[in-house]
């Protein structure tokens, strides 16, 4: 039987070894600009001023288009991606935050691929963020540099046009971790979290972020407070009932709109490849 693609295993969490040296100059957070006619941060503008690295995506953290096994996984995001939209059309649904129990149940497999099924809509735009500060991988996922990214905006030393990277598709944003630090869950809680994701959601049809997970640490449960949305990725076959069920219960009054099981066989499956919380 055909089963989705495994995700590679992500590196064991770890305190961050550097330090969290701030330049004398501070770049002070800005509110989301605004224009002569009076509209927010253009996407045109952000893409003339961001910058314009090369990507080479590692294959190992992407589902494969090719054969069978690809055509299954790429009809599962794109149910997950109309059930989003479905959402979105009854309630306000544009920042998504993506998150787990623990590490090694695929939250940046779903990430990755679902902003690519996205914008596989050539009038969606999207901005992928890594919010990961203690154990990254969007950028390994997306083949993408590291810095400047988040941390470095966070501790204001670059602004968001530094930190915005754009490639080879047009439609598609992603903003890095950044230099790793060592007080991730205060930079998090930061004002300038909140600007940032003020003044670039205006840009982009979804804002999708990929949070570390939630038992280890509380990033995830604060990054909820800024999003419209939660996903939750469980490990199908390895994530305990009770792990499960006491990680998500903390994203209960957050805006949990649904489960994504990762790693479903398709003999075991029954097609339910998203569940919407809002029917429990």
């Known amino acids: 039987s055909t089963t989705t693609p495994r995700t590679t295993a992500a590196p064991v969490y770890q305190q961050p070894v550097s330090s969290n040296r701030v330049t004398e100059e501070v770049i002070r957070p800005r509110q989301a600009e605004r224009f002569d006619d009076g509209t927010t ?7 003339a001023r961001c910058t314009h690295p090369e990507w080479k995506a590692d294959s190992t953290l992407r589902a494969s288009l090719a054969g069978e096994s690809g055509r299954v996984v790429g009809e599962r995001f794109r149910t997950l991606r109309s059930r989003l939209y479905q959402i979105a059309g009854m309630r306000k649904l544009r920042r998504l935050l993506i998150t787990s129990s623990t590490q090694g149940e695929g939250k940046t497999f779903v990430a990755t691929n679902l902003v690519r099924s996205i914008i596989r809509q050539a009038d969606k735009r999207a901005l992928l963020i890594d919010a990961d500060l203690r154990a990254p991988r969007l950028h390994t996922a997306l083949g993408a540099p590291s810095t400047l990214g988040l941390s470095d905006y966070l501790r204001g030393e670059a602004d968001e046009y530094r930190i915005v990277q754009n490639s080879e598709t047009p439609n598609l944003c992603f903003i890095p971790c950044g230099t790793r630090v060592s007080n991730p869950s205060e930079l998090l809680l930061s004002e300038r979290m909140k600007v940032l994701l003020e003044t670039v959601t205006p840009a982009f049809d979804w804002v999708i972020l990929d949070s570390p997970p ?49 790693q479903v066989d398709k003999s075991q499956s029954r097609g339910d490849y998203y569940y919407n919380a809002e029917k429990k």
């Not at 941060?41 to 893409?47: A, K």
């Not at 490990?235 to 990680?247: F, M, N, P, Q, V």
Request: include cysteine.
């Open 214 to 262: 939630s038992l280890p640490v509380h990033d995830a449960s604060s990054l909820a407070d800024l999003c419209d949305g939660v996903l939750f990725v469980v490990r199908a076959g390895e994530t305990s009932y009770e792990i499960a069920k006491k990680a998500s219960s903390e994203f209960r009054d957050k805006n949990l709109i649904g489960v994504v099981m990762n």
């Open 41 to 47: 941060l253009r996407y045109e503008d952000l893409i």
